[in-house]
């Protein structure tokens, strides 16, 4: 009866080892599957989500997508597809501005158009080129050089610059030129951050009040 049932068993497993492998293919909202796993509706990766390197792509790959996971949906961890198609500009853009014929020195608010909503814009690589301004004497003996700005801010949904010194003008016989590059990223990939304010009490060295919270 052992040895019976052994040669059963062996026989068995011969036959198993021996059939093709077999795979199938896994529709989710689909009878049809196209793919190993095929998904009609909405994804939800609650953990970690494990994928693959991403291959070379050439110039000329076209219906290019990404896929991203969402920490802010309800539940959190839903799959999104970032279409590039719809993208106006790419996810970081430089764009170089020079500004001439300036009063004086006062670049007091270019409107730079760019929607708030949709952008962060940052300021890169300022150049003051022409003549200096003046320092001013100040009657307890010091010298003043001012308080010169550049900067990018918001104002009614869109994208300012300022770049100026705004205690001191340039003599109006005189002239220069600001040279500036804009960096302009796509709020589709990259966010504010907020604010952090910390005093340091009329010290020169502390550690910030807090740190942002990055996810």
Not at 47 to 70: C, H, N, W, Y
Not at 177 to 201: A, C, F
Request: glycine share 6%.
């Amino acid at each position: 009866m052992t040895e019976f049932y052994m040669k059963n068993v062996l026989l068995f497993l011969l036959i198993l080892f021996n059939l093709p492998c077999l795979q199938a293919q896994v529709g989710i909202g689909t009878v049809d599957p196209q793919d190993d796993l095929h998904v009609i509706g909405n994804t939800l990766v609650q953990e970690s989500m494990e994928i693959g390197a991403l291959p070379f792509v050439q110039d000329t790959d076209a219906d290019f997508k990404l896929l991203t996971r969402l920490t802010n949906s309800q539940p959190k961890g839903q799959v999104a597809v970032l279409n590039v198609d719809e993208l106006q500009v790419a996810p970081v853009n430089v764009v170089n501005y020079e500004f001439t014929g300036i009063s004086k020195d006062n670049l007091r608010d270019v409107n730079l158009q760019y929607d708030a909503d949709k952008y962060i814009v940052g300021l890169a690589n300022f150049r003051y080129v022409g003549d200096a301004i003046l320092k001013k004497d100040l009657s307890n003996g010091n010298i003043s050089v001012g308080d010169f700005v550049s900067r990018t801010f918001v104002d009614n949904g869109t994208w300012h610059l300022e770049i100026r010194n705004r205690f001191l003008d340039l003599s109006p016989s005189k002239s220069l030129e600001y040279h500036i590059t804009l960096i302009i990223y796509d709020k589709s990939y990259y966010r504010n951050l907020p604010e952090i304010v910390t005093d340091l009490g009329g010290n020169n060295t502390g550690t910030a009040s807090s740190t942002p919270n990055l996810y």
